[in-house]
């Protein structure tokens, strides 16, 4: 294809390229003699057949060593390129670089334009910019650059197209405009190309982030965002893939005015949900295994490119799960139940404790109401404590911690304490266990009664005086009620806390932790007493009785 542009025609390549070297006098190869060596001013003198010998740089003719190429009267082909001071401006570099710039044109002087090089750029003039690439020479019309005016491209490493070589000048023209139109027109063919309804097409991996991946498709970057990697989900792309890898890809999106293309790899696969939809149903229990853990669950790969979710509380029956590693291990092959399927948002939740025997179920078959066990302390609360029984936890609430009702649980035990209690009682329905540990030691009334009868009279403390009567305190820290009917003679709004008084034993019910005392029937017992001693004394007369009475 013939390069056509107006505004390159018009120009004249020959002075642009003239006045980029900045030359006075036309430039021409000869073959000259070195005459002198004269290190000291690190220079050559070269015989090119005119009155004053060429001054020739001896860095022209080293060798990477340092060494010099050529000696006193060495032939030495120069460029001379005008002159300075009357003697002939000499270059051998510059012959070298003519001979690879015509090495260029002649191994790419059939196919010119549809090379692209990659050059420094050297220098700028009114006429454009020279290039320079492996020793060669390029120039970049001003009209053919594509920069902006303010640019600073001196020094920077550029991209451009050939659009003329010239063997007789040993030039060769490029343009980063053609470049950039062409470019443009291939990316819209591949573009248009990729758009095609299911088209698959080979890309390779450029770069990997955090966020995805960029493949070159046809030259053309585009993202294949980590959702659109697997139907697992969002996954890290630098897991599954490396720079330089090869994927089948399908473009999903374009946007035009970004010019940004989206890819999708999952789209060139089957959609496994489909399978799952077909082959599961709720209930059913698989094979899956452990492919991540996360403190609020774990990730279960189904090995179709499909993942489950095990949430925390699906995993055991232990409601004091800290961390779900402390159970499994990524790696581990695990049956699960599943428990829902999500057809529009592709997620499935699955079950591992549902698979295990029920803690509650296994306890009732070993354990029964009465039995004493041993248990460890899980937690503590203001009303009690949870302790663990065979795999479960049974509340011990504080009134059944001790016959002591000022002593609780949060004040005399800690987690982790083993302790010896009584199974009080299983509510099977609400799966609920209640645990009682004063049973397991004699009750203080128990200890009362065993002393102490009915109709005995005791010392007590007034405790607590209340609308229906009046408590009190006896000895061995149990308590005691006088009912008001009971209380006669004494006035409950004349007794003071801390009041000693008398009373006799109306009632003991250790079952119900229940005392009765009585202060109208001491009176009864005293008069009991004294008839008592009368029968029972024949050798006193009633008389005499009285008699002591009076005294």
């Known amino acids: 294809m013939a390069f056509d542009n107006e505004s390159f025609e018009e120009e004249n390549f020959a002075e642009m390229l003239e006045a980029s070297f900045k030359e006075q006098e036309s430039t021409r190869i000869t073959e000259g003699e070195v005459v002198e060596i004269q290190e000291s001013d690190n220079r050559a003198l070269v015989g090119v057949g005119e009155k004053l010998e060429g001054i020739l740089s001896l860095d022209e003719i080293r060798d990477a060593q340092g060494n010099l190429l050529f000696n006193v009267g060495d032939k030495i082909t120069v460029m001379v390129m005008g002159h300075y001071n009357e003697r002939p401006k000499i270059s051998y570099k510059k012959v070298l670089e003519q001979e690879k710039t015509l090495a260029f044109i002649n191994a790419h002087k059939d196919d010119f334009e549809s090379v692209v090089i990659e050059a420094l750029v050297t220098k700028k003039n009114k006429g454009g910019y020279l290039l320079e690439a492996d020793d060669v020479h390029f120039f970049l019309p001003r009209s053919l650059a594509a920069f902006k005016e303010t640019d600073q491209v001196v020094g920077k490493t550029i991209k451009a197209q050939v659009v003329k070589v010239d063997p007789a000048e040993a030039s ?5 405009r053609k470049l950039f139109n062409d470019e443009r027109k ?13 088209k698959v097409i080979q890309g390779t991996v450029k770069k990997i982030t955090s966020y995805g991946m960029f493949v070159d498709v046809g030259g053309i970057d585009g993202l294949v965002h980590y959702n659109e990697i697997s139907y697992k989900g969002p996954v890290n792309p630098s897991k599954l893939y490396k720079e330089g890898d090869v994927v089948n890809v399908k473009a999903i999106a374009y946007d035009k005015d970004k010019r940004h293309l989206s890819l999708s790899i999952k789209a060139v696969q089957s959609d496994p949900w489909q399978e799952v939809e077909e082959a599961l149903e709720e209930g059913d229990t698989i094979t899956v295994t452990v492919s991540n853990i996360e403190p609020y669950g774990i990730f279960v790969d189904l090995g179709n490119d499909i993942e489950g979710f095990l949430h925390i509380s699906e995993i055991t029956w232990d409601k004091n799960i800290k961390h779900p590693k402390d159970y499994l291990t990524v790696g581990q092959e695990i049956d699960v139940e599943v428990i829902e399927i999500n057809s529009k948002t592709h997620k499935l939740r699955v079950s591992y404790k549902r698979l295990q025997p029920k803690p509650f179920e296994e306890f009732t078959k070993k354990f029964k109401e009465g039995d004493v066990v041993s248990g460890t302390v899980t937690s503590l609360t203001d009303f009690g404590a949870f302790v663990k029984v065979g795999g479960v936890e049974g509340l011990l609430h504080n009134q059944d911690l001790s016959w002591d009702k000022n002593v609780k649980c949060k004040e005399t035990l800690k987690v982790g304490d083993e302790i010896e209690v009584k199974i009080a009682k299983i509510n099977a329905e609400d799966e609920k266990i209640s645990l009682n540990r004063k049973s397991l030691e004699e009750s203080p009334i128990d200890q009362f009664a065993a002393k102490h009868k009915m109709n005995e009279v005791v010392k007590a403390t007034v405790r607590d005086v209340k609308d229906f009567g009046v408590f009190v305190s006896l000895e061995g820290g149990v308590d005691a009620l006088i009912r008001n009917e009971d209380l006669y003679p004494l006035i409950a709004e004349e007794l003071e806390i801390g ?10 019910d250790a079952k119900r932790d229940r005392i009765r005392l009585s202060v109208k029937k001491l009176e009864r017992l005293n008069d009991q007493k004294m008839l008592d001693e009368i029968n029972d004394n024949d050798a006193h007369s009633l008389g005499d009785l009285i008699k002591d009475q009076l005294k």
Not at 186 to 198: Q, T, Y
């Open 186 to 198: 291939r990316k819209k063919e591949v573009i248009d190309a990729l758009m095609e309804e299911d």
């Open 172 to 176: 060769i023209v490029v343009s980063r």
């Open 499 to 508: 009041q000693t008084i008398e009373a006799a034993i109306l009632v003991i």
